[in-house]
């Protein structure tokens, strides 16, 4: 069994793989039950195809560690991968797909709101389907913003609305509990992908742009659950990830789009299977007797 440290994982889990790995998630035969908190931890189990993985990542404030441990078919444990950095790389690859099936085609303007510990990879994910001429960082202090935009070529910029009228595609990843910019702000045309709130008292997105948009989750029930921008809005869903990958979603009619993700527990299982499967290939990892 392999164990792989928050360095490793990320090196076995280039972009690239993880967003083909979210593509698996959302193709494959999955079963991911909603999370759960005990103690001061966010427990989801969940299974793709032949392999089941357990994420066990703490909540505390400042304390951000966890583990992702597969197991194969016969219930045998393969490996254990870094909990945050999985749910990190896997949650902006998500976001990276969405974008590629959803946003037009062509240069674009990205604007990240949030520059936490979600939003290198949200840029990453970004990068790695559409070229970017611009990347706008907005936080509430701008020197967290020019942190990130220092780190990978943008610009920070102060005003969260000026940021989104300039950009064609938007991702938001922040612990907003109101929405971040005005409908005003958003041109036709624009994608954006809100992975931030994931309780109903969060909110990143403001109901008039919720309404006008075709708005997809990764999953139905767990929206329902856990989207607070869905929930606070009473917006529905027009459609899932999977229905739009399978080519059974409704055509999209809207001149913005929305993917709103709360992450389930199939992208971690597909995620940490590619880790694990490159650090075997590559004799990386820890092994654990």
Excluded at 9 to 33: N, Q, S
Excluded at 208 to 225: F, K, S
Aim: hydrophobic share 50%; aromatic share 4%; with cysteine.
């Amino acid at each position: 069994m392999i164990f792989l440290d928050a360095e490793a994982t990320r090196e076995c889990l280039p972009m690239p793989d993880a967003i083909e790995a979210m593509v698996h998630a959302f193709t494959g035969d999955a079963e991911a039950p909603l999370r759960s908190l005990v103690g001061p931890s966010l427990v989801m189990p969940g299974r793709l195809d032949d392999e089941m993985a357990v994420k066990v990542v703490s909540i505390v404030p400042g304390n951000p560690v966890g583990l992702v441990i597969v197991f194969g078919d016969d219930g045998s444990p393969i490996g254990i991968v870094d909990g945050p950095t999985v749910t990190a790389i896997r949650t902006g690859a998500v976001a990276g797909m969405a974008t590629r099936v959803l946003a037009p085609e062509g240069n674009a303007t990205l604007a990240m709101l949030g520059a936490g510990a979600m939003a290198f990879d949200q840029i990453e994910a970004i990068r790695a389907v559409r070229p970017l001429d611009r990347i706008l960082v907005w936080s509430r202090t701008i020197e967290n913003a020019a942190k990130i935009a220092d780190r990978v070529g943008g610009e920070p910029i102060a005003d969260a609305d000026q940021a989104v009228a300039e950009a064609s595609i938007v991702s938001c990843a922040t612990p907003a509990t109101v929405p971040l910019f005005s409908d005003d702000s958003v041109g036709p045309g624009t994608h954006i992908n809100a992975v931030g709130a994931f309780t109903p008292e969060m909110a990143e997105l403001n109901s008039e742009t919720l309404e006008r948009a075709y708005v997809v989750v990764d999953d139905v029930e767990a929206a329902e659950a856990e989207a607070g921008d869905l929930i606070q809005a009473d917006r529905a869903p027009n459609t899932t990830l999977r229905a739009l990958l399978e080519g059974t979603a409704p055509q999209v009619g809207e001149d913005v789009t929305v993917f709103k993700s709360v992450g389930v527990a199939a992208q971690d299982v597909a995620a940490a299977s590619v880790a694990l499967a490159n650090a075997a290939r590559q004799g990386r990892g820890v092994r654990l007797t």
